[in-house]
C-alpha cells in the first residue's frame, strides 16, 4: 500500500486503472452501495483495513456479525483462499494475511465492552426521534430538559426522565403557566414510548459511564488505528434504537473535536451500515441536523461513509457531499428501480468506454463500479473494478477469539461496573422527603396550637372562644413549580406525609439547593 492511499482494487482485461483512494481525502466522505450479496460488507472490510494500516481509527457497527473478523488474521486454510489468491494475481495485488487491533463494544454489553449515553448528551431531538414523538410531546419532552437545567437535575439514566415526566403530568397547571401549554395526555404518551423503549432493552443505552469518545480515537503500539466494532445484530431489532445511536455518537464528535483544517489523513473514519434507517420516515429537523454534521465535520478531521443498498436511500443534500463512492451491483426489475439506477449513474463522471447504468447492473459479485477523488479534490472518472481481497478473516469470530480481543482491551474494566451517581430522581426524592418532614412537623406545631386553643377556651369565661382561633403557621396556597413538585413526589415516591404535604406549607422547594 502506498503511503498516501488505500488500494481498493484494479483491473485486468476490461477493467480500468488501479483505484486508490488518498488519504488526504478520506474525510471527503464516501457511499458504499449495492443490493444484497454483491460485496459491500467486503469493501467496507477492505477501507477499515487500509485506514487501520494508515494509523487511521475506525468506528463501524457490525450489524450481522460478519465484520468481527478483522480481529484475526486471514487464513490460506479458508474456503476462499484459492479465489482470493487469483484476485491478488488478476489486481497486482501483494496479498498478505494480517490481523488488526479491534475494540468490541455492545450496547448490552454481551458481546463487547458495555456503551452508554447519558439521557441529557443525548438530548430532545434525538429523543423525540427515537420514541417516535408526535411535535406537542416533542415539546413536552423540551419542556422537561429545560426544567431539568433551570432546576439542576441531571438526566442521567431513564428513572430520572420518568421521575421527571411523572412531575410534569401531576403539576401540569402549574408548569403550563410557565412554560406553556403541557398535558396530562401528552406526557403519559411519553412515558409508555419509555416504557416499549424499556422493554426493547434500551434502557442499557442511558447511564455511566458514559462513552468517553477519547477511546474511540487511539491506535496501537505500532501506530495501527483501532478499529471500534459496535455488536448490532441483537440492535438491529430496534432499527430505531441503532440509527439514534449511531447519530447520536457522530453529533457527539461533531461538538467534541476541534478544527483540523485540512490533514493529512482522517483523524477517525466513521462507517455508516444500514444508513436507510437513518433517514426513513425522519424529520425535516433531523434530515437538517444529519447534513449539517455531514457538511462540517470534515474539516474536523472525520470521515463519514454511508453504506445502503441503494443511493437514493441518501437524500439529494447529503448524497451530494460523498466524493469517494463505490457502487456494486443495483438490480432493476421494477419501472422504480431502472429509475433508481439512472438516477445512480447520473452522479458518476461519465467514462466514454462504457455506460455507466450499464456497468453498475452488470457487475458481478466482488467488482464495482469506483469513483474516488484525485488531485485536488476532483471526482475521478468512474471505473469497473475487482475489489481487493481483506487481509483479515472473512466473517464471523469464534467466541474464545472474541473473549481474548474484549480481555486485552485498552478500555477493560472502565465501562463494566454501572455508576449510580445523585441525579434528577435521587434529587428530587430528597427534596420531597425533606418537605414532608417540614410539613409534618408544621402539622405536629398546628395540632398542638389547637390542642393549647381548646384549653385555654375551656378556662375562659369572657366568651373568648367566640373569636376564631390564631394560628402562628399559615397555609401556602402558592402555586409555584417547586410546591408542586414537592407535593408530586412525596405521592409519587410513597412519602409517609403525602397528604400532610398538602395541607402544610411548603415554601418553595427549589430553593432548597
Not at 501483494?94 to 490481523?99: G, T, V
Not at 437545567?149 to 403539576?171: G, H, I, R
Not at 419501472?335 to 452522479?347: P, R, S
Not at 399559615?474 to 410513597?494: E, I, Y
Request: hydrophobic content about 40%.
Amino acid at each position: 500500500m502506498a503511503a498516501d492511499s488505500i488500494f481498493v482494487g484494479g483491473g485486468g482485461e476490461g477493467y480500468g486503472a488501479p483505484q486508490r483512494l488518498l488519504l488526504k481525502y478520506g474525510n471527503r466522505h464516501g457511499l458504499i452501495a449495492g443490493a444484497t450479496g454483491t460485496g459491500k460488507t467486503v469493501t467496507l472490510q477492505i477501507l477499515a483495513e487500509g485506514f487501520s494500516a494508515a494509523g487511521v481509527p475506525v468506528f463501524m457497527a457490525d450489524v450481522k456479525g460478519d465484520l468481527a473478523g478483522i480481529a484475526a488474521s486471514g487464513s490460506e486454510s479458508h474456503k476462499l483462499h484459492d479465489a482470493f489468491t487469483k484476485r491478488s494475481a488478476q489486481i497486482g495485488l501483494d496479498l498478505q494475511y494480517r490481523a488488526f487491533p479491534v475494540i468490541f463494544w455492545d450496547l448490552f454489553g454481551e458481546k463487547g465492552h458495555p456503551v452508554r449515553a447519558t439521557v441529557a448528551e443525548m438530548g430532545p431531538l434525538l429523543l423525540s426521534r427515537l420514541l417516535e414523538l408526535s411535535e406537542p410531546q416533542e415539546g413536552v419532552l423540551n419542556v422537561a430538559f429545560r426544567l431539568s437545567d433551570e432546576e439542576e437535575l441531571p438526566l442521567l439514566d431513564l428513572k430520572d426522565l420518568q421521575a421527571l415526566l411523572t412531575f410534569v403530568a401531576e403539576n401540569a397547571q402549574a408548569i403550563s403557566a410557565r412554560y406553556g401549554l403541557v398535558s396530562k395526555e401528552s406526557v403519559g404518551a411519553i412515558q409508555r414510548r419509555l416504557l416499549v423503549l424499556e422493554n426493547q432493552g434500551g434502557a442499557s443505552l442511558f447511564g455511566e459511564p458514559a462513552l468517553d469518545l477519547a477511546d474511540l480515537i487511539t491506535v496501537d503500539a505500532s501506530g495501527a488505528g483501532r478499529i471500534s466494532i459496535l455488536a448490532a445484530d441483537k440492535l438491529m431489532n430496534s432499527p430505531r434504537l441503532y440509527a439514534t445511536f449511531l447519530l447520536w455518537l457522530l453529533s457527539e464528535l461533531f461538538e467534541m473535536l476541534p478544527e483540523v483544517g485540512d490533514p493529512d489523513k482522517p483523524k477517525l473514519v466513521f462507517f455508516f451500515d444500514e444508513a436507510h434507517l437513518l433517514f426513513d420516515d425522519a424529520p425535516k429537523a433531523l434530515v437538517s441536523k444529519v447534513e449539517q454534521v455531514a457538511r462540517l465535520i470534515r474539516s474536523k478531521g472525520v470521515g463519514v461513509y454511508f453504506i445502503t443498498q441503494n443511493p437514493a436511500d441518501v437524500p439529494d443534500d447529503i448524497l451530494g457531499q460523498l466524493g469517494n463512492r463505490v457502487q456494486h451491483a443495483l438490480r432493476a426489475f421494477t419501472a422504480k428501480d431502472q429509475k433508481d439506477l439512472a438516477k445512480a449513474a447520473e452522479t458518476y463522471r461519465p467514462n466514454p468506454r462504457f455506460k455507466i447504468d450499464e456497468a453498475i447492473r452488470d457487475v458481478g459479485t466482488g467488482e464495482a463500479v469506483t469513483s474516488l477523488l484525485e488531485a485536488k479534490g476532483i471526482p475521478g472518472i468512474a471505473e469497473r473494478t475487482l475489489v481487493r481481497p481483506p487481509s483479515s478473516q472473512l466473517g464471523p469470530l469464534d467466541e474464545a477469539t472474541r473473549a481474548a480481543v474484549i480481555a486485552g482491551s485498552p478500555v477493560r474494566g472502565k465501562y463494566e461496573k454501572v455508576l449510580d451517581r445523585e441525579s434528577a430522581f435521587e434529587k428530587l426524592r430528597a427534596r420531597a422527603d425533606a418537605a414532608a418532614r417540614d410539613a409534618a412537623a408544621l402539622e405536629e406545631r398546628q395540632v398542638e396550637e389547637k390542642r393549647e386553643f381548646e384549653r385555654a377556651r375551656r378556662y375562659d369565661g369572657n366568651g373568648y372562644g367566640a373569636d376564631k382561633p390564631k394560628r402562628t403557621g399559615t397555609s401556602s396556597r402558592s402555586d409555584s413549580v417547586g410546591t408542586a413538585f414537592a407535593k408530586s413526589f412525596a405521592r409519587q415516591l410513597g412519602t409517609k406525609s403525602g397528604q400532610a404535604l398538602v395541607r402544610g406549607i411548603l415554601g418553595s422547594i427549589f430553593g432548597k439547593r
